[in-house]
Each structure stands twice: as C-alpha cells, then as structure tokens.
C-alpha cells in the first residue's frame, strides 16, 4: 500500500505540517527529487517565510533530524529556479544542441541575469531526463542550514539519517532512481556548497 495519500506522506517519521502558500498547481508526475538547504538556520525562521505567498519545498528536515512535510507530493512548489542547460553542463549532446545552447548563454548586449533566464525557457522545451527537472516534475526537500564565511554549513548526522530515509522512500514510493536525485546547484545557479554535504546514499 503506497504512503502516499492526496499528496501526504504518511508514515510515523513524517510531520504533515502543510503551507497551502507554497503550493501552486497540480503536479502531475514527479520524475526527480531536488534536495536544498535553508539560507536560514532554524526551521522556525522557514516556517515564518512560508506563513505568505511563497517559495518553498515539499520537505524541511530539522537539525535534530526531525522530518517536516511542507507542501502535498501532489502540488507544484517554486523551488528549482532558473535551470542549467544539461546539454552544457554533461557535454552530452548534438553539436546543433550545443551550439544552441552556447549562442543563447554568450549572446552579446545582454545581461547575466537574461541570458540565463532564456537558456533556461530554452532548456524546458525538452523532456527529461534530456534536460535538469524543473518544478513542473520534481519535489524538493529542504535541509535546515544556514551560512556562514565560505557558505553553507554541514548537514548534521541526524539531517543526513533523515535525507537518505526520506529519499530511499520517496523513491520507491514515486520510482525514480539515484540518477534522479540532484543537489540544487547542479540544476540551478545557486552558490556551490548548498547542501555538497547531504549524503542519501
């Protein structure tokens, strides 16, 4: 019998505190899981920044380890951002592709920020797995962490238990495999050592 039930995760590890604000509209299939860390350091302080109209993810995991569910596996949530071309990233594509791609990100007389963002339009024409998953087909699970000088801190012992618990489950539950769980830099342009410490395997 799945644990999943419109979109709640049921099991005794997982605390079902949903934020209908984060929730946007439905999500049809999920084919990856996205795990982040927090810029705040306590789970209260994402709670709080949930309270509105706002980015968010399916998962928040606490430093103790503790296990929220924020949003329904059911429901999409902003969580991924501006994705990178795969194509680029992997260097596993057709020179056409690449050179799409390339013109699109190099472009002159534009800013970073455009440039990006029209790679990124570009990206979600295709399907995955040819492309980083988008909010449209992947959940998020969120890791309590908070920065400090040189970027993000370590998951505790007890965040790292609870992500591979989390994710082992989810991937049976949702059949996705290893391959289709990602750290979210290498998806999006965030700062490199968000979540580099997250073990699931």
Known sequence: ??????????????????????????????????????????ADSTFDSYKGVANGAHFLIDKDGTIYQTARISRVTFHVGKIRSRCLETHQCTEPEQKS??????????????????????????????RYPTNDDSIGIEIVGGTKAGGYETPTVQQNASVKWLVAELKRELTVTDSDV????????????????????
């Open 1 to 42: 019998m799945s644990k999943i039930q419109d979109g709640k995760f049921i099991d005794p590890k997982v605390n079902l505190k949903l934020f209908s604000t984060i929730e946007r509209g439905p999500l049809k299939k999920v084919a990856a899981i996205v795990v982040h860390q927090t810029g705040a350091s306590s």
């Open 101 to 130: 791609a390339q013109d699109i990100l190099f472009a002159k007389n534009k800013s970073y920020s455009t440039r990006t963002n029209e790679l990124a339009q570009f990206e979600k024409k295709k399907t995955y797995p040819q």
């Open 182 to 201: 990602y750290r979210h830099p290498e998806v999006s342009y965030k700062q490199p050592t968000e979540a580099k410490g997250a073990q699931w395997k």
